[in-house]
């Protein structure tokens, strides 16, 4: 009988990427990095989430130990990159007013305090100068398709090198990419050499999609709507824990969000929940659960950034925190259809600190996008600067979707491509570059029917009350809380997961 091994969970597993964590944040491990390897015991992470076969009971109780001796170790990288709200606020000097609390400036150019469409040799100003209900759901339409799309377009890739990407694409002749991936006419050793996602593969190649399949990366953003249907904008890290137990299935959580629903249920409170015994609370899980927080926040990258950062802080640190919020205030400022994407990344920064690892690997990547014409060679330069980091982590995925989407300008169909075909964490950067460049675009028709059409308008999910729900219907839904919370009306009824479909 093959052992169960829960993967991310176990302390023999969690030990060497808490190693690897260590030495990215600049903490002395040598000494237990030495007593683990003398006890048998494997110093390097592993590709996958769990070893094949348990370690035996004197060295998984040595990983415990050694888990929670590398926890007291002192990162000379704190006061850099707090984990703090106020003390992220303090360390950042471009903290964008909030219009619910300060009067706002008008934006005018070089006032960096409030981000404005900047001067960019590929920029655009104003796109969609109009505004109304009608504009607004058009908007979030086109980000819940994109984010959809751009998930799809990298779920059978997820996992792969970034050589395999590019050889898998080449030999279909879909390189540069620019339309789905698919198995027709590949050499059987090829394939054998570069297996696709075996579990995304057979709904997710062009061959096979029928709907929009279930993935982490739609999941997340609808526990986000029952978060705000629930709670409003005033919700807490408590409020995050407490839906999570109710409405998220375990087996749908991964790396951080494993670490911290299995804290939970072991009685640990948030925010503890995040570093116990947590390696992977830098990663880009908290990302993922941004979208949300900026689509309900336009214009207010402050307030989206706040939202994101209590979400953030159940599961992840520093810049896995970093990561969710500099999407929410880029998603923020892109849902008003009032900046062009160059305007929207520059405030996605003004919410992060700017000593930080992922504000450097984000400013990298937009310098990068607009040195190099060759997006292949922004790639190779990502990679050969931040490809130290796991495929997972935060910071080398926001220096790549920062890279895609400043040089495809904000296209939608360059924003995804170059996402996907840079590596690392595939199916989440797709899916982030497809929901800011989809509000962009601004309505779901300007995206290319070949992507769109063959979702069908529906969403497979275990989110209770949500599966087979159409991305018209999450954006008048996701409106109906976006003009809860920007006017200020009394609440009304709630609706619950199983009204959605008649919103």
């Known amino acids: 009988m093959t052992p169960l091994r829960v993967t991310w969970v176990q302390p023999e597993d969690l030990l060497p990427h808490e190693l690897r964590q260590a030495a990215e944040g600049g903490r002395e491990a040598a000494g237990i990095a030495a007593r683990w390897k003398a006890a048998g015991g494997t110093p390097t992470p592993l590709p996958g989430g769990a070893s094949p076969l348990p370690a035996p009971p004197h060295l998984r109780a040595l990983a415990i130990d050694l888990l929670d001796e590398l926890a007291r170790l002192p990162s000379p990288l704190t006061r850099q990159e707090p984990t703090d709200l106020a003390a992220i606020r303090s360390t950042t000097p471009n903290w964008p007013n909030s219009p619910r609390t300060t009067p706002r400036t008008p934006p005018t150019p070089g006032n960096e305090t409030t981000p404005t469409p900047p001067t960019h040799p590929r920029g655009r100003s104003l796109r969609h100068p109009t505004e109304g209900q009608g504009a607004e759901i058009n908007r979030l339409h086109a980000a819940w398709l994109g984010r959809a799309v751009g998930c799809l377009l990298g779920k059978p890739v997820e996992k792969l090198p970034l050589e395999g990407i590019r050889a898998l694409a080449r030999a279909t002749g879909n390189w540069p990419l620019h339309t789905w991936f698919t198995a027709r006419g590949l050499p059987a050793e090829l394939t054998a050499a570069h297996p696709w996602n075996r579990r995304s593969a057979p709904t997710s190649l062009a061959e096979n999609i029928d709907g929009m399949p279930e993935d982490d990366d739609l999941n997340y953003p609808l526990l986000g709507l029952l978060l705000l249907q629930r709670h409003g904008p005033a919700f807490t890290t408590e409020d995050v824990a407490r839906l999570w137990l109710d409405e998220l ?18 009685g640990i409170e948030p925010p503890h929940t995040a570093t116990h015994r947590n390696p992977f609370r830098e990663w880009i899980g908290a990302a993922i659960r941004a979208d949300v927080h900026g689509w309900t926040n336009p214009g207010d ?11 953030a802080v159940l599961t992840h640190t520093a810049n896995g925190v ?19 994407v160059h305007g929207c990344l520059d405030g996605g920064l003004t919410v992060v600190p700017p000593r930080s690892r992922l504000a450097e690997a984000v400013r990298l990547g937009i310098r990068l996008a607009r040195e190099e014409d060759d997006f292949d060679t922004v790639v ?17 995925n926001a220096a790549l979707l920062a890279a895609a989407l400043t040089h495809a300008d904000g296209d939608f169909s360059g924003s995804i491509c170059r996402a996907v075909s840079g590596g690392w964490d595939t199916d989440s950067n797709g899916a982030t570059a497809g929901s800011l460049a989809g509000l962009l675009a601004g309505r779901p028709d300007a995206l290319p029917a070949p992507w769109t059409a063959p979702l069908r308008n529906r969403l497979a999910t275990s989110v209770a009350g949500f599966d087979g729900t159409g991305f018209d219907t999450l954006a008048e839904l996701t409106a109906r809380l976006t003009a809860r919370l920007t006017t200020h009306v009394a609440a009304q009824p709630h609706p619950t997961p199983q009204e959605v479909r008649t919103v």
């Not at 970093?322 to 062009?340: C, V």
């Open 249 to 266: 299935p375990a087996g749908r959580t991964f790396t951080a969000e494993r670490v911290a629903y299995r804290n939970l249920l072991d």
């Open 301 to 311: 990258p402050a307030t989206a950034a706040e939202q994101a950062h209590r979400d």
């Open 322 to 340: 970093y990561s969710a919020m500099f999407t929410a205030a880029a998603i923020s400022l892109a849902a008003t259809g009032a900046y062009d």
């Open 380 to 396: 190779d330069r990502l990679h050969a600067a931040l490809g130290a980091y796991h495929w997972v982590h935060s910071v080398p």
